[in-house]
């Protein structure tokens, strides 16, 4: 039997197969600006809770809301996180959105921070019972000492997606609003939009 035919006709095939199996799908993103048009989106990410949140706090330290409470009260405004409330359509930790946020905040010098947190509320009540108990009577942190809050930050992120062909984009909003805790008065507010494009393509079998 011959095969030298055969083994001539798969040869060829193998060639031909080559770029199309080694092709077989392909993806990629880049972040745009949010005027730009069309598109495929790809997840949130650590990235774009970093970005909102820097681009957020530059909002927040450019309005006069923080120098106003200082002008008025002679001291920096003591501030408290609240919720963030997630209204996409895909999993985000908002607590790291939220962590960046207040790092740059607080490392940004025009307020003072205080815990919003069960955890850590719990965590520091069970530290000041021990003290106490246990610690010197001039080193105890007792209850009845701790600094409330001015202003409570909330906010939420929302997103929205349209898809044509191989493409999709979608767009991510995250709103942020600072609440007067002794008016209920919204003193600042703001938003800021992502939108990222992802580009698929590839071969069916």
Not at 78 to 86: A, D, F, K, P, S
Not at 167 to 195: C, M, P, Q
Request: hydrophobic letters at 35%; proline letters at 2%.
């Amino acid at each position: 039997m011959n095969l030298q035919p055969f083994l001539r006709i798969s040869l060829i095939c193998a060639i031909c197969l080559a770029p199309l199996m080694g092709g077989c799908s392909s993806y990629s993103v880049q972040r745009v600006s949010v005027d730009t048009e069309g598109g495929v989106t790809s997840r949130w990410t650590d990235t774009d809770a970093r970005l909102t949140a820097k681009t957020l706090i530059r909002k927040a330290l450019d309005t006069p809301w923080l120098t106003n409470f200082q002008e008025k009260h002679g001291r920096r405004p003591v501030v408290e996180l609240g919720q963030m409330i997630n209204r996409s359509d895909q999993h985000i930790n908002t607590r790291i959105f939220l962590n960046h946020f207040q790092d740059e905040l607080i490392n940004s010098g025009k307020v003072r921070f205080v815990t919003a947190s069960e955890a850590h509320r719990r965590a520091l009540q069970e530290e000041r019972e021990y003290q106490m108990k246990h610690a010197r009577s001039s080193t105890v942190h007792g209850p009845g000492q701790q600094t409330g809050a001015d202003y409570l930050l909330t906010g939420s992120i929302n997103s929205y997606v349209a898809r044509r062909g191989g493409k999709t984009v979608r767009f991510y909003e995250t709103h942020l609003k600072a609440i007067d805790l002794s008016t209920n008065e919204i003193i600042w507010g703001t938003e800021y939009r992502v939108k990222k494009i992802a580009h698929q393509s590839g071969y069916g079998f």
